[in-house]
């Protein structure tokens, strides 16, 4: 078999020496793979090393053809346009300017034959659902699912040779979705995703397991994945059994040979001590005895000792994958407490009740005690923005409890400064020593609480922002989460769904992660539409 990718001992560290990859050995060919591991395990930095937007520490990476990359958060340039997100800004420029008559020869060159580029540009956007984009409109109004899909648009109007995804499903609505799965399962070139979805990997050929700075790959889709590991994990915790059941039979057996040695050693005292042998022959008998003892103690300890490795070694066997423990603040808000009040706040009458917008319009939003809203909708119909204006206490807006706002790009961290000092900046009269025991819940300990937050991975990002959010003083009685499961690893979202199931404060969540939501316990379903 051929393969498109081949990385030969690669190797990465963040420019203050920590590491991410360790010479790993790892190659991808035709047909699509699913790049999975846990949140911090070095995906999204894989991808970009073969992307070239990182240059490795150490090996190598080589790529046949050339590459196309959608990163997990685009960057948006200021003045930025669609145009200019699909990558065409320069040929529409030169070919407008020979429509209008100006026929320089640079204008023929940035063309080449490209001559119907902007049909070809809003077929594209059309079959993402993003026709009613125009061309020359500013990025910065794009929602964030709006710009994902632009993104992936102008690759697949590009059409690479291998096609870099990471976590594409992020804050795509339901269509959205279902259009980005139907341009996957028919991308016929080579095609890395890194996803926690699961609808998306079940469309893949294969699996790459990214574990312990190695990878390992199972043939099929996301649930021939789950049976492979389901098969490995029953027959590692078959050999903990039979291990365990070792163990116990080597320290009986070592405490049954003590009790024996013990006896010979009382009667071999007893035989010395009436003298019915002639002391030398005594003196022998009880030295050969002794050494013997040595002998039959230090096999059994050994034994012992060989049955404790092979426990050891079992139970290394059955995967567990770290998990955040989040320990959300026990805040108890009565039935009858009024929590927030929205009237008159733009967009709020574009909401409407029920998950597919089948209610009456909302005129007046009110959340009273533990309510657990779910505020679902389209790509751009003004979710996040509704929640920035509770959070910036905009006309209408008027909450009754501390709150505290999960935003989609997890822009609440300062960069240059630690995860603990970014985590003091929320909670400074907190001594250093809880906010530390705080962040080993999220995964952040020892050393790690020291990583500069730029260095952080998607999953490891959020993590540090809910480990602020969580430990700030007042504690939030209220909760907005914009999009909390993107960047998660699935064991993560997992043990959140679990927490905020747990939360005794209200939520207001905008997710577009259904089952996610149906764990949540979710009292009232808002569908937010822009035409009202």
């Known amino acids: 078999m051929s393969f498109s990718i081949v990385c030969d001992g690669l190797s990465y560290e963040h420019a ?10 790892v190659a991808f060919g035709a047909g699509r793979t699913g790049l999975m591991g846990v949140n911090g395990s070095g995906k999204s930095t894989l991808l970009k090393l073969v992307a070239g937007e990182l240059r490795p520490t150490a090996g190598s990476v080589s790529v046949a053809g050339d590459v196309g990359y959608l990163p997990q958060d685009l960057p948006l340039a200021t003045g930025a346009t669609v145009a200019g997100l699909l990558g065409i800004e320069r040929q529409r420029a030169a070919l407008h300017a020979i429509e209008g008559g100006d026929a320089s020869p640079e204008h023929f060159t940035a063309i080449g034959d490209d001559w119907d580029v902007e049909e070809r540009a809003h077929a594209e956007l059309d079959r993402l659902g993003l026709g009613h984009l125009g061309l020359d409109r500013p990025a910065g109004t794009l929602s964030g699912g709006e710009v994902v899909m632009t993104g992936l648009a102008a690759l697949l109007m590009r059409r690479p040779g291998v096609l870099l995804l990471d976590e594409p499903t992020n804050n795509l609505d339901l269509d959205a979705r279902r259009r980005l799965y139907a341009a996957v399962r028919s991308w016929t070139g080579v095609l890395v995703v890194v996803s926690h979805d699961r609808v998306l990997l079940d469309l893949v050929d294969q699996i790459a397991d990214l574990r312990d700075g190695a990878v390992r790959v199972f043939g099929g889709n996301l649930t021939a ?7 490995e994990r029953e027959a590692a915790e078959r050999m903990v059994r039979v291990a365990e059941g070792d163990l116990r039979k080597q320290k009986q057996e070592l405490a049954d040979a003590l009790v024996k040695l013990s006896r010979r050693t009382r009667y071999g005292d ?4 009436t003298k019915r042998e002639p002391k030398i022959i005594m003196n022998a008998r009880k030295r050969q005895a002794q050494v013997a003892a040595g002998k039959h103690r230090t096999m059994h300890a050994e034994k012992l000792e ?23 603040p026990r805040t108890e808000v009565p039935a009858g407490r009024t929590v927030l009040t929205l009237t008159g706040v733009p967009g709020l009458s574009e909401l409407r009740g029920g998950p597919d917008a089948g209610g009456e319009p909302v005129t007046e939003l009110v959340l009273r005690g533990p309510e657990r809203v779910a505020l679902t909708g389209p790509n751009g119909s003004g979710k996040t923005t509704l929640l920035r204006a509770i959070v910036s206490g905009a006309p209408g807006a008027c909450p009754g409890v501390p709150v505290r706002y999960l935003p989609q790009r997890l822009d609440l961290l300062d960069g240059s400064l630690s995860v603990l000092d970014n985590v003091r900046r ?3 009269a907190v001594p250093v020593g809880e906010l530390r025991a705080r962040l080993a819940r999220f995964l952040f300990r020892g050393a790690r609480a020291e990583q500069p937050a730029a260095t952080l991975s998607g999953g490891e990002r959020f993590r540090a922002v809910l480990a602020a959010l969580l430990s700030a003083e007042p504690p939030p ?10 960047n998660l690893d699935m064991a993560s979202v997992r043990r959140l769904s679990e927490a905020l199931s747990a ?29 009202g």
């Open 16 to 25: 203050d020496g920590t590491p991410v990859l360790d010479g790993l050995d």
């Open 306 to 328: 060989q049955a404790r490795d092979r426990l050891t070694e079992a139970e290394q066997a059955v995967r567990e994958d770290a998990e955040i423990r989040v320990s959300l």
């Open 503 to 531: 939360y005794r404060g209200a939520l207001l969540v905008v997710s577009h992660d259904l089952p996610f939501l149906e764990t949540l316990g979710i009292t009232r379903w808002l569908a937010k539409h822009p035409e």
């Open 270 to 273: 007893k035989m010395y001590a």
């Open 426 to 428: 929320f909670a400074p």
């Open 225 to 231: 994945y789950e049976q492979a590991l389901a098969a």
């Open 477 to 486: 009685q209220l909760l907005l989460l914009d999009e909390p499961t993107n």
